[in-house]
Structures are given as C-alpha cells and as structure tokens.
C-alpha cells in the first residue's frame, strides 16, 4: 500500500508547485482567493463540516455586503451559503453515511405550529411578497435544524458546536478591531479613540446579541474540557487543545460584546448565567442555593465598586428607559430621550396593529408595511421591526401567532431541560449552556430583534443540536 507520509508530501508539493504557478499568472490576493477556494471544494467533498463552517462564518457579511461591498452575488450572501451547505451535506448522505430518522421531527412540531400559523396570516397579509419572504426565513430554521439533527449523530454535534463558536469567534474579532477605531463611525464614539463594536452587523445591539447568544456555549464547554483536562490524563494533549479554543474564544466573546455597549445584551447575558447557575445541580434545593449565592456575589460585586461607572451608569439607565410603557405621544422630544421614545414610539406603533388586527396580526413580517398606518406622531421612519419580538410578532401574527411562538420557546426549554438527565456529562454541560442561550435570546427579544443578518441560521444550528442530544438522551433512558 503507498504510504500515507508518501501521499501527504505528494499533495504538499503539489500543492506548492500549484501555489508557483498561480503567483506567476495572478495577483497575491487572487491567489489566495483562489488556493481557498480549491481548498474548501476539496475539503467539503471530504466531509461536509467546511461547508457549515462556511455557512455559520460568512453568512453573517450580509449587512456588511450590502453597505461596505462591491460585490455582487447573483443571491443573497445567507441564500448562497446556505445552498452550498446544503449540496455538500446532501452529498455525504447520498454517499450512505446518514440516514433520516423520523424521530427527529418530534421536537420540532411547537416550531412547525409557529409555522402554520405565521403561514395562515402570511396569505391575509397587507403585502404577501414581504411576508412569504419572511415566512420562508422560518421555514429554513426548520429544515436547517432537522438537517443538523440528522448530522449531528455518531458525536459529530461537538465538531457542529466548534464550528457555531468559530462563528462567533471570527465576527468577535472584527467587533474588537471596530472598538478600537477601526471603523471610524464617528456616532457610535463612545470615548477617545473607542466606538461601540458592531462587527458584520452594521449595528451594535445586534451584534452583542450573537455574541451573548454563543457566550453561554463557549463558556460552559471550556469549563467541561478544563473538568476533563484535570481527570482524564489519556487524553490530555486534545483536551489541552480544546481547552484553549474554547477559553480563548470566551475570552474574546466576552470582550466583544461589553465592546459592544448593548444595555440589552449585558441584561440578558447577566439573566443567561444565573439560569445557568440554577440549571446545574441535580437538587433543586441546590440549585436555589447556587442562584441565591450568584446574586449576592454579584450584588457585591456591584456595590464594591469594581464595575466601572461608565458601566454601571448605563445598565441603571436602562431600568427606568427600556421598561417604560406610558405612552409617548405627549412626551417632549430631547437628544437625551431620542432613542428611548424612539423605541417606545415603534413599540405603541405595534400594540396599535394589535389591536386593529388582534387575531392574525397584520401580516407576517409586515410591521414596516404596516407602520405607516399606525405611526405616531414625529415618528414617520419605519426601523424594520418594533425593536421587541414579542411585540413584533403579536403585531404581525396576531395573538394565535404570539401565542405559537411563546410555545415553541417553552418546549426549547422543556427539551433541553430533559436533557439534562443524560449521564454524559458533556451532554448535560452543553445542555445546561443551551438553556442559557434561549434564556439569552428570550430575555434580549424583550428590546430587539435577533432574527437579523441571517443570525435565525445560527439559531437554527443551535435547534438542531439540542434535538440531537435529545435523541439520544431519550434513547440512552429507553434503554436503561
């Protein structure tokens, strides 16, 4: 048999012998453009992971495309990533090595009944166009997560988990290169020389929510490779190397999204950790033990005075401005109210469509159709959504809508606390981060919207591994 050393350098030197050639014929950033390209197709016929890394890494520039970019893709960056995805990955499995197991749609039926519901109110809709696009949107997340369920298996949801931090990881980098004046957006100047981190987002409080979202997962992995660092000693060298991706992916995460100045996501990664600190024992006794200690250690640290003013004043500013429902339509304009009755404005704007169409909403995705029907005063520029998802969606979706969605949020947290019950202890530790993901995403949904620059994606990865994991949690019960 040849050697694999052999083959290895036949393909290296192939390769360099390649690299030559394309230097003399092409400019330096062609050639890499292209060596990557060669790479990724060769790569993604070998297994399909390169081509969700590049979905879950690039999908994110579609706000940055749009704005910064003059390329021109034939389809939306999210569209082109996501069919490349899908070709590879239909590949492997047409090659044999998956199948589709039925259980696997089990969980997603609290999603499937958002679905048809949206479906129903997207054909009453005030322009169908909008909300079939939107629909359509959801319908991915759908097919996305069963897709990665699928995947998933033989413990391939640890190299899925990887590559969803790897995401995160490359969009915290660009946020920190942003804070530091690298993107001279002089309205978002925070202090000399520093300005709000927006990364691909275009925005700041989206992008802190991508980061709050994969934090919890980052953590909790390189709190468990740390664990199996210190106890397994047979494995140590790989779990050194894990140890260091996640540790140092936190670490930056983490930085990004304090850079990222979003009083939103700092709330809400604050409430993910303390659902995590209750999700970790077994005993509830514990568990109410642990969150008690979480608060008061917290609540020291606050009143030490180790959080920085700057800090601290801006998350006491945000209890008596973001939780504020009076109504606004008398309320004197200032520059230092703006943005807060700008927001309260879009949210007045949203219980008005639910009122007038209470059932089914306006429409779904059609909030900014809509605006212009039940604007305020002073307030004639739509900002896409009503900067409250739960708003947003009993504008659009009505109450059976609203009332859909809150259940498809519920059977998340059912499914992953079930999980918890896997011996695994891997299993249960990403479980428990998972839960403080959707903790995450459900507490920042109360000021934004984070189904945004082509994030749903992401949030479907994270779907489609839970159900994963449930799979085999319920098998591994069934058995014993």
């Not at 991915?140 to 790897?166: K, P």
């Not at 601290?312 to 973001?322: A, D, G, K």
Request: charged fraction near 10%; proline fraction near 4%; hydrophobic fraction near 55%.
């Amino acid at each position: 048999m040849f050697p694999k050393s052999l083959a290895v350098s036949a393909l290296t030197l192939l390769g360099l012998a390649f690299s030559t050639l394309l230097l003399g014929w092409f400019p330096i950033q062609d050639v890499f453009f292209i060596l990557f390209v060669v790479t990724f197709l060769f790569s993604s016929l070998i297994s399909w992971l390169p081509s969700l890394a590049f979905l879950l890494v690039f999908s994110p520039l579609r706000t940055l495309i749009f704005t910064e970019s003059s390329l021109q893709l034939p389809v939306e960056i999210g569209q082109f990533t996501f069919g490349v995805f899908f070709l590879f990955s239909l590949y492997h499995a047409w090659s044999g090595r998956y199948r589709l197991p039925i259980i696997n749609i089990v969980p997603l039926l609290p999603l499937g009944t958002f679905l048809f519901v949206a479906g129903i109110s997207t054909l009453l809709s005030i322009s169908f166009s909008v909300a079939f696009t939107e629909w359509i949107k959801w319908v991915s997340v759908l097919v996305l997560s069963y897709w990665v369920s699928v995947l998933g298996g033989r413990g391939q949801w640890q190299n899925i988990i990887a590559v969803l931090v790897l995401s995160a990881l490359a969009n915290a980098c660009v946020g920190i290169y942003i804070f530091f004046g690298g993107s001279g957006a002089d309205h978002l100047l925070i202090s000399d020389g520093l300005f709000r981190a927006f990364g691909t987002f275009g925005q700041p409080n989206p992008f802190g929510g991508f980061m709050g979202l994969i934090l919890p997962i980052s953590t909790m992995m390189s709190m468990y490779y740390l664990w199996a660092w210190a106890k397994e000693r047979q494995h140590r060298f790989i779990h050194t190397l894990w140890l260091g991706f996640f540790s140092l992916s936190s670490i930056l995460i983490g930085s990004a999204l304090i850079m990222s100045w979003s009083r939103g996501a700092w709330i809400a990664t604050l409430l993910s950790f303390l659902a995590i600190a209750f999700a970790l024992p077994r005993k509830f006794i514990t568990s109410m033990t642990l969150l008690v200690a979480s608060v008061l250690i917290f609540g020291g640290v606050w009143m030490s005075g180790l959080v920085p003013n700057s800090i601290q004043n801006r998350i006491i500013s945000s209890t008596s401005e973001y939780f504020t429902l009076d109504d606004v339509r008398g309320v004197d304009i200032t520059p230092q109210n703006y943005a807060v009755v700008e927001r309260l404005a879009h949210w007045q704007a949203a219980l008005n469509m639910a009122t007038a169409y209470p059932i089914l909403g306006v429409g779904f995705g059609n909030y900014e159709v809509a605006y212009p029907s039940f604007q305020l005063i002073n307030w004639n520029e739509p900002l896409g959504h009503a900067h409250n998802y739960y708003l947003n969606v009993l504008a659009e979706v009505g109450i059976l809508g609203l009332s859909a969605y809150l259940f498809f949020l519920f059977s998340q947290f059912y499914l992953l606390w079930k999980i918890r019950q896997h011996p695994s202890l891997d299993i249960r530790v990403l479980a428990i981060a998972m839960i403080g993901s959707w903790v995450y995403l459900s507490a920042h949904s109360l000021l934004d919207n984070l189904y945004v620059n082509n994030l749903f994606i992401h949030i479907g990865v994270i779907l489609g591994v839970s159900i994963t994991l449930y799979r085999q949690t319920f098998h591994v019960i069934i058995l014993e």
